[in-house]
Nanobody, 115 residues
């Protein structure tokens, strides 16, 4: 069983930065692809970014060039650095660990971009 705990959400002004963290309960980065998703009120949960087991990354078009995904093996923690935030980035952000056998989700952290 893998447990994922997100942190780092909050209120930020448009144009500002915010860094989310996702702490995993074990050493999982070599066996799971790690993704960030987000869900705005009344909308479906959408893919944001991925870092694969091998370390390659990918981003949704809406965040490419503004968001950066990374991981720290020593800390078993996965990050999402968000820059130049926009009001439309407001959502609950979830981290996700997935391989061919299992999938796990964190509880989510709220990000609000507003004046």
């Amino acid at each position: 069983q893998v447990q994922l705990v997100e942190s780092g959400g909050g209120l930020v002004q448009p144009g500002g930065p915010l860094k989310l963290s996702c702490a995993a309960s074990g050493t999982i980065f070599s066996t799971y692809n790690m993704r960030w998703y987000r869900q705005a009120p009344g909308k479906q949960r959408d893919f944001v970014a991925v870092i694969s087991k091998g370390g390659s990354t990918g981003y949704a078009a809406s965040v490419k060039g503004r968001f950066t995904v990374s991981r720290d093996h020593a800390k078993n923690t996965f990050y999402l650095q968000m820059n130049n935030l926009k009001p439309e980035d407001t959502a609950v952000y979830y981290c996700n660990a997935q391989n061919t056998i299992a999938e796990y989700w964190g509880q989510g952290t709220q990000v609000t971009v507003s004046l």
